[in-house]
């Protein structure tokens, strides 16, 4: 069944509603309903002219596709690994693993070679697709195949066999970020991407031009395929590296109606002189999270650009979490993650699991049928065997029998059931016997005129145990006296938290916070750089890594 919607006054789009086993069904029904709707857009730039793919475009082209794929021994089970930038190629790819019944393993370009090695190593790709003239990975022992020869195969004949899929079959395996030992891969199946389409949020209505600068192999694209598919979204695809001044031309020539950044991108977004004059109207909604919001920048946000502001939450395990709501008050988006988006259960258990006093610190815990069936294991071996096993103990670690995912976050809710995330449990630290979650007093430090950005971090103590280290970007180019600066920011924190989760150090970072892959704050780099560091009270550095290993970090990013 398909609904009719009118998107923009150039293009009708139609729900695709009904029954459906696989996002391969999906993907050819949107191929007739909505066959001249674009489904993919990589904007013009300085180098290369705008290109495109609509809806029955990427179908006919993911059918071409596996035929290749099948040719070079793809069959069901099989994993296909995408060492590609995002582009309409990787999407092409993913599609055609798909419909053979093939495992899609996508690879984040930033992650070092030893964490790519390690993926292919645990993977065995049938398949490894690489961008033209890049040099294969030393682990990739299957068919490496270019970028160029993925193009060509698009409009060539389709697979020799077509699989027999079923729901429950596995098409992907997202990696996690790597922060605290090598990825785990957490896999989804058909029955997945269907529960995050019927889970979607305020960020994703039907026929939306979707602007987002996560990278493909992200779970916040990895398992939105249906949901994309269902709904006639365009995926407007971010030039790289990130420039705010791209973004803001993009989002008038592509008529964004959707447009997500992490807090950073924003504040560079709205400090471009190219916003100003600029045509954001076809904008409804932007969202925005990754790191804490200051309140002042979601005010500005919405001033300037006209539309709500939501932040949300989840995890690549969860996939979908929760989030706040257009008409939420600036401070909740500021300061929570929301609630459940439909679909999803919460609650907070302590480290015993068992269930925490309303407004108590817990271990945040996720249920719905979005959640990963488990971390990857391996292809499973044998003659003629298909499928994938899984690791049970690092699954059984996260995930119960009853469904319930427990993340590594911690959190309370307030009065209004939102939820407060307050750290990671790789980033507690234990002061003198007392637990110290940095997000929390982040969230106090961020309030200071001086700070611009923050990031606190544990490290090893004589005496205490483990004692706060608070790294400032300072919002004017003279910081104020760093003396009067760590008085200033403990007196803050002691004026609204135990006296105990105040910093011991601070350091005045010049140049800006690292950041990692999925473009968070680097916290294991600042850790690394605090436990170096001699002697006590405030102390003055240059970037906290170099400052061409923090650009390759950042992808680029800057204001113009």
């Given amino acids: 069944m398909a609904a009719l919607l009118q998107s923009a006054p150039d293009m009708t789009v139609r729900q695709i509603e009904g029954e459906f086993e696989t996002v391969v069904d999906v ?98 790709p049938v398949v490894v697709v690489v961008d033209d003239g890049a040099s294969p990975p030393m682990a990739a022992r299957g068919c490496v195949l270019e970028r160029s020869a993925v193009a060509s195969a698009a409009n060539g004949p389709g697979p020799t066999r077509p699989a027999a899929l079923a729901s429950s079959d596995p098409v992907a395996v997202v990696w996690t970020s790597g922060t605290t030992g090598l ?74 109606t959707v447009a997500q950044g992490v807090p950073t991108q924003w504040a560079l977004v709205l400090a471009h002189p190219d916003l100003v004059g600029s045509d954001v109207s076809s904008l409804r909604v932007a969202g925005t999270g990754a790191s804490r919001v200051p309140p002042e920048l979601v005010a500005a946000m919405q001033q300037r650009l006209g539309v709500p502001v939501v932040v949300c939450y989840t995890s690549t395990e969860a996939s979908l979490g929760t989030g706040t709501v257009p008409g939420d008050p600036d401070r909740a988006v500021a300061s929570t993650v929301g609630r459940p988006v439909p679909g ?80 990671r449990a790789n980033e507690l630290y234990i002061r003198g016997g007392y637990n110290v979650y940095p997000a929390e007093v982040e969230g106090v430090l961020g309030n200071h005129p001086d700070v611009g950005q923050v990031a606190v971090v544990g490290v090893p103590d004589p005496v205490l145990g483990e004692i706060g280290v608070a790294f400032v970007v300072p919002t004017g180019d003279s910081p104020a006296d760093e003396g009067a600066l760590l008085d200033g920011l403990r007196s803050m924190v002691r004026d609204t938290l135990a006296d105990y989760k105040a910093p011991d150090r601070v350091v005045v970072v010049v140049d800006g916070l690292p950041l990692t892959s999925m473009m968070k704050v680097d916290k294991g780099a600042l850790a690394d750089r605090a436990a170096g560091l001699a002697g006590a009270g405030c102390r003055t550095t240059g970037p906290a890594r170099g400052a061409e290993d923090r650009r390759q970090q950042t992808n680029g990013a800057r204001a113009s």
């Fill in 27 to 124: 993907l050819r029904v949107a191929a007739l309903v909505n066959a001249d709707v674009e489904a993919y857009v990589e904007p013009a730039t300085e180098s290369s002219p705008r290109r495109a793919v609509t809806f029955a475009q990427w179908d006919r082209a993911a059918e071409g596709v596996a035929g290749l794929f099948g040719d070079h021994g793809v069959t069901r089970g099989s994993v296909v690994a995408l060492l590609l930038p995002s582009s309409i190629e990787y999407m092409i790819c993913y599609a055609a693993a798909v419909r053979l019944g093939a495992v899609t393993s996508g690879i984040n370009l930033r992650l070092g070679a030893p964490e790519v090695d390690s993926i292919l190593d645990r993977t065995r």
């Fill in 183 to 256: 990825p785990k891969g957490a896999v989804f199946d058909h029955m997945n991407l269907r529960s995050v389409a019927d889970g979607a949020d305020v960020l994703s209505e039907p026929g939306d031009r979707r602007l987002s600068p996560l990278p493909f192999a992200h779970v916040g694209s990895m398992t939105r395929m249906w949901d994309e598919i269902a709904n006639g979204i365009t995926t407007v695809i971010t030039p790289t590296p990130w420039r705010a001044a791209d973004t803001i031309r993009v989002l008038g020539e592509e008529r964004i």
């Fill in 344 to 423: 999803v259960s919460l609650d907070l258990v302590d480290d015993d699991g068992r269930a925490v006093t309303p407004g108590d610190v817990g271990r945040v815990r996720l249920c719905s049928p979005a959640v990963m069936r488990g971390y990857w294991g391996g292809p499973m071996k044998g003659p003629g065997a298909e499928g994938v096993s899984y690791d049970e103990e690092a699954t059984g670690s996260v995930l119960g029998e009853d469904g319930w995912l427990t993340t590594g976050d911690y959190g309370f809710l307030d009065g209004d059931k939102r939820l407060h995330l307050v750290g």
